[in-house]
Every structure is written in C-alpha cells, then in structure tokens.
C-alpha cells in the first residue's frame, strides 16, 4: 500500500489522501483567453513512466495539500512538500 508522509501529521495510508492532479506542468495565466492553452492545460496530460510530481490533499488529516513526487512505476515517493511552501513549477525535487 501507498503510505505518504505528510510534514504535518506523519507517514498515513494513501487512502487518507486525495488525488489532486498532474502537478508537473502549470496553468495559463488567469487572464489567458487563449482555449487551446487551456485545453492543453486541463484535459491534455503526458502520462509519463517514473519520476512524476503531483497534487495530493490530506483530506482525511490535516487537509492540506502537498506536493508530492513519486515514481509512478514503483510508487516510490522522492519528497513530499506543503503547497503552500512550494513553487507550482517547482523541480522535481518539489521545491
Ligand atoms: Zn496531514
């Protein structure tokens, strides 16, 4: 089983977390009306084998939302930082 350490609350089951999305690349700026960016930014994902950083929220926890970077072929977890304390495009060590 996945287990994720949150810096707040310690090392929990995946199943007290949430998914929250692909994290490795970001979003349009807001005043962006450009549809194909958005399109590409929303529903157009690489689905890469290994090291990926994503989105997690501690819903059943702290409910805080990490970043968080795992290889998705062994689900091995390389860091886990707070969203807040983190750059949305941020490198892949989750700084
Ligand atoms: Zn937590």
Excluded at 6 to 13: I, L, M
């Amino acid at each position: 089983m996945l287990r994720i350490a949150c810096p707040y609350c310690g090392e929990r089951d995946q199943v007290e977390f949430t998914y929250g999305g692909d994290a490795a690349s970001g979003f349009p700026a807001l005043a962006d009306a450009d549809l194909d960016r958005w399109t590409d930014a929303v529903f157009i994902r690489d689905n890469p084998r290994g090291e990926h950083r994503e989105l997690w929220q501690h819903q059943h926890g702290c409910r805080q939302w990490l970043y968080v970077v795992r290889d998705t072929v062994t689900h091995a977890i390389q860091s886990v930082v707070p969203a807040r304390d983190a750059s949305p495009a941020a490198g892949a060590d989750g700084r």
